[in-house]
């Protein structure tokens, strides 16, 4: 299969060991703190007739969080945020996409829910198909990246404490960023 070939609707499976799923947040008001998940999987529907007629489904492992310091990391998977034990998995599902196009660099949105700790809220990425080609193995792959920015209130990670300067320890907005591959099953 070439560069440019897709066939008709076909289900993709997101390819863990070549995608990242991070986010960053303000740290004192001033620092910024990055962070990733490790683990997640996930499927895209992707029809090449009608781009805006795909669709995506990712579930996350909530526990797999990782900033890099285990002491943070042990906080963020407790009942102060994730409550991993209470809620182990953030799931994303498209609900539509407008302006998808199978031509490298082409800028799209995917509308979907976004479900974290039990609370669901409809949030939009912003998206960029980076291309597709076919492995050294003979595997058809296609990559896209895409980003948000989230309000993490909004989905009941409310922890906080105010610092004695003013303002408080952890920003509000979450800045999400996805640099994704997909894998086409062989047929």
């Given at each position: 299969m070439?560069?440019?070939?897709?066939?008709?609707?076909?289900a993709?499976?997101?390819?863990?060991?070549h995608?990242q799923?991070e986010?960053?947040?303000?740290?004192?008001?001033?620092?910024?703190?990055?962070?990733?998940?490790?683990?997640?999987?996930g499927t895209?529907q992707?029809?090449?007739?009608n781009?805006?007629?795909?669709?995506?489904?990712?579930?996350?492992?909530?526990?797999?969080?990782?900033?890099?310091?285990?002491?943070?990391?042990g906080?963020l998977?407790s009942?102060?945020?994730f409550?991993?034990?209470?809620?182990?998995?953030?799931?994303?599902?498209?609900?539509?996409?407008?302006?998808?196009?199978?031509e490298?660099?082409a800028r799209f949105?995917?509308?979907?829910?976004?479900?974290?700790r039990?609370?669901?809220?409809?949030?939009?990425?912003?998206?960029?198909?980076?291309g597709?080609?076919?492995?050294?193995?003979?595997?058809?792959?296609?990559?896209?990246a895409?980003e948000?920015k989230?309000?993490?209130h909004?989905?009941?990670?409310?922890?906080n404490?105010?610092?004695?300067t003013?303002?408080?320890?952890v920003g509000?907005e979450?800045?999400?960023?996805?640099?994704?591959q997909?894998?086409?099953?062989?047929?």
């Open positions: 070439t560069q440019g070939t897709l066939q008709a609707t076909a993709w499976a997101l390819d863990p060991a995608s799923v986010f960053a947040v303000k740290h004192m008001m001033f620092a910024t703190v990055k962070g990733r998940f490790r683990t997640f999987a895209a992707i029809d090449e007739a781009p805006d007629a795909s669709s995506v489904t990712v579930e996350i492992d909530a526990a797999s969080i990782d900033t890099g310091v285990a002491d943070r990391d906080h998977r009942a102060d945020f409550d991993v034990t209470e809620y182990p998995t953030v799931t994303f599902r498209s609900k539509r996409i407008e302006g998808a196009a199978f490298p660099g949105t995917v509308i979907g829910d976004l479900t974290v039990g609370t669901t809220r409809e949030i939009a990425l912003d998206a960029t198909f980076e597709r080609g076919v492995d050294p193995f003979g595997q058809e792959k296609a990559g896209f895409a948000a989230l309000d993490r909004e989905f009941g990670l409310t922890w404490q105010a610092l004695e003013g303002g408080v320890l509000r979450i800045r999400l960023t996805l640099d994704v997909f894998v086409r099953p062989a047929a």
